[in-house]
């Protein structure tokens, strides 16, 4: 197990890259126009390095109503916001949804998702969790158009690269801006910032082994290394956008399975997702 010291923005912190846990969050509840709620959840796998996969089943359930209720079942390393939501009734009122983790490391924890006031979510706190600076907060940000070419279940063989083609868009808010490279100078950040302007990004949301892509993908979790290729990370460079805002990528399949690629249109503040699912023989 990796165990060194990094600075995040002139911050030490203690670095563990294999072995550790993930840990299921929950992030809050949102009220829909119709009078049900989305209850949020997300994730931290407390290794900077290794992704771990963890099935539905027992070592992976929302309950009641699970075990599969639309959660990962691969995990990306550190921190994941917002990943997921579960639409609950009008007349939820104190009951609560229960996710079980077990990592392979054995270790178990939950997240209890509830209607307290105290979890209540706007767009504001999450593009403030998502590390957007506040002076961007307060714009009337929209989140980004997507959409993926073809069907949304297909098929793929190992070993054998498979094209994505998505279109992005953005309403142009926050204006993209890159992260400042880190100055040991300087104070280090009390809070979480990232860059800004649309980005775009494919990982592994279900499934059981690593998938390639190429060209490699913008990190999608929080890695405030610099160098990482990461937008929480000093010294980011938001990309300039592809033409027509069109983005295509090789994906291909390590083992056979069944496997949920995510798309992720993310303006630094707001993110819009599709899922597409894969099976590989």
């Not at 989140?143 to 297909?154: H, M, Y």
Request: proline content about 10%.
């Amino acid at each position: 197990m990796a165990c060194l010291l990094l600075a995040r923005d002139g911050a030490a912190q203690q670095y563990r890259g294999f072995g550790q846990e993930v840990v299921p969050a929950y992030e809050g509840w949102e009220p829909n126009a119709d009078g049900s709620f989305n209850l949020v959840f997300g994730t931290m796998n407390r290794n900077w390095e290794e992704e771990l996969h963890v099935p539905i089943g027992p070592d992976n359930n929302i309950e009641p109503g699970g075990p599969d209720q639309g959660q990962p079942t691969w995990f990306l390393p550190r921190r994941n916001r917002f990943l997921f939501r579960i639409r609950v009734p009008a007349d939820f009122g104190e009951s609560e949804l229960v996710w079980t983790v077990t990592s392979p490391n054995g270790k178990t924890y939950r997240a209890y998702g509830t209607l307290h006031p105290d979890y209540f979510i706007d767009e504001a706190v999450i593009q403030r969790n998502n590390g957007l600076q506040t002076r961007d907060v307060v714009l009337p940000n929209l989140a980004p158009e997507l959409s993926v070419e073809g069907s949304g279940t297909r098929t793929a063989q190992v070993g054998v690269p498979v094209t994505l083609t998505a279109f992005a868009s953005d309403d142009g808010l926050p204006e993209p801006r890159s992260r400042r490279p880190l100055d040991p100078s300087r104070p280090s950040n009390i809070t979480m910032q990232t860059a800004a302007g649309l980005r775009l990004s494919w990982f592994v949301y279900r499934g059981g082994a690593e998938v390639v892509f190429d060209p490699p993908q913008i990190k999608v979790w929080e890695d405030t290394r610099p160098n990482s290729n990461s937008p929480w990370g000093p010294g980011w460079e938001t990309p300039p956008l592809p033409e027509g805002g069109k983005w295509e990528v090789a994906a291909t399949f390590k083992e056979p399975g069944t496997y949920v690629l995510r798309c992720l249109a993310h303006d630094g503040g707001l993110k819009t997702h599709r899922d597409i699912t894969f099976n590989v023989e």
